[in-house]
């Protein structure tokens, strides 16, 4: 089965700097790769969501690029906010497959320093 | 819409005890499910439902039991409580059953099983 490891688990930047999270998958065939962002005493919530047929996709400070060969998606998160800092999950599945399919990343915990 | 609603928020046990978590949502969506997620290993899927009477299994599902009689309620029962269960529980639902869906999460439940 499909297996995404996600690093690094905790990453600290400066406000106004800009962070990067990086997730591998395993299974060649998944093609859709959401991003999850939980704030503090919060559910996770779905920021931004790639499939494979791009290669790239920007929501304002946020984008996510996507390495097909490499088996590897990363969030990019530019002019960092003190409301970015949360807990970010990527996740990996194949788009024809339910919600019960998708796997999830250990997480990676964002520090925004004023 | 109060989106996905989780009860109680933090709960106590000690090994053994039996509980119930509760999960509703005014959505309409027909996908539920349940994670729980422990420091260092992300999200992990314990049953999911892809509408009312039907339910099934995901990647950790012993020692939790689910039943599905609405569209809008999926409890989630610890049969007898171990302290390998604390953990934060989270509840999602989705509109799609089978292909992309956005998950929405409620904001969980803190157990801790003494």
């Known amino acids: 089965g499909e297996n995404v490891e996600q690093h690094p688990s905790t990453l600290s930047v400066q406000e106004g700097d800009s962070a990067v999270i990086k997730c591998t998958y395993s299974?060649?065939?998944?093609?859709?790769f959401p991003w999850y962002k939980q704030e503090l005493g919060k559910g996770p919530q779905l920021i931004i969501d790639i499939r494979s047929n791009v290669g790239e996709k920007k929501d304002q400070r946020i984008a996510v690029t996507l390495n097909k060969t490499a088996k590897h998606f990363s969030l990019h998160i530019t002019e960092t906010q003190p409301e970015d800092s949360a807990v970010y999950f990527c996740a990996a599945s194949k788009a024809s497959q339910g919600a019960q399919k998708l796997v999830f990343g250990q997480g990676t915990r964002l520090t925004i320093n004023p | 819409n109060a989106g996905v609603t989780q009860t109680p928020k933090f709960q106590v046990l000690k090994t053994g005890q039996s509980m119930t978590l509760q999960c509703a949502q005014d959505?309409?969506?027909?996908?539920m499910s349940w994670y729980r997620q422990d420091p260092g290993m992300g999200l992990r899927l314990i049953h999911y439902?892809?509408?009312?009477?039907?339910?099934d299994q995901g990647e950790v599902p012993n020692g939790y039991n689910v039943s599905r009689s609405t569209t809008e309620d999926f409890p989630l029962r610890l049969l007898s409580a171990a302290p390998s269960q604390t953990s934060v529980y989270f509840c999602?639902?989705?509109?799609?059953?089978?292909?992309?869906?956005?998950?929405?999460f409620g904001e969980g439940s803190r157990l801790t099983v003494l």
């Open positions: 999602a639902s989705s509109p799609r059953v089978g292909g992309l869906g956005e998950l929405f």
């Open positions: 439902s892809v509408g009312a009477g039907i339910t």
């Open positions: 959505m309409n969506h027909e996908y």
């Open positions: 299974d060649s065939a998944s093609n859709y």
